[in-house]
């Protein structure tokens, strides 16, 4: 089993930056990818950025080079248990829950209880 927890979400103004945290504690040491996906209000959740145990990311289109997704001691890939996600130039629009998931593969993944980010006009 794995348990996933996120920090850092908050409220901050547009234009302003944020850092989320998220640690995968447990069984980790077959976890492949973890990622941040966003879920706000009325629609349903999507993804925002993944980075595989080898370091390679993904972003979704809308974060045109605005976030940016590290991981935990980049220089060993042999297990992935902890990931950032740093916003800058925060909008209105990118309020929402962000959630961590934490994949072995599609089939066999973990969700932390997500973490709200507010950004105010």
């Known amino acids: 089993q794995v348990q996933v927890v996120e920090s850092g979400g908050g409220l901050v103004q547009a234009g302003g930056s944020l850092r989320l945290s998220c640690v995968a504690s447990?069984?980790?040491?077959?976890?492949?990818?973890m990622g941040w996906y966003r879920q706000a209000p009325g629609k349903q959740r999507e993804l925002v950025a993944v980075?595989?145990?080898?370091?390679?990311?993904?972003?979704?289109?809308?974060v045109m080079g605005r976030f940016t997704i590290s991981r935990d001691n980049a220089k060993n890939t042999a297990f992935l248990h902890a990931v950032y996600l740093q916003m800058r130039s925060l909008k209105p629009e990118d309020t929402a829950v962000y959630y961590c998931?934490?994949?072995?593969?599609?089939?066999?993944?973990?969700w932390g209880q997500g973490t709200q980010v507010t950004v105010s006009s």
């Open positions: 447990g069984n980790i040491f077959s976890i492949n990818t």
């Open positions: 998931n934490a994949a072995r593969n599609s089939m066999n993944d973990y």
């Open positions: 980075i595989s145990r080898g370091g390679n990311t993904n972003y979704a289109d809308f």
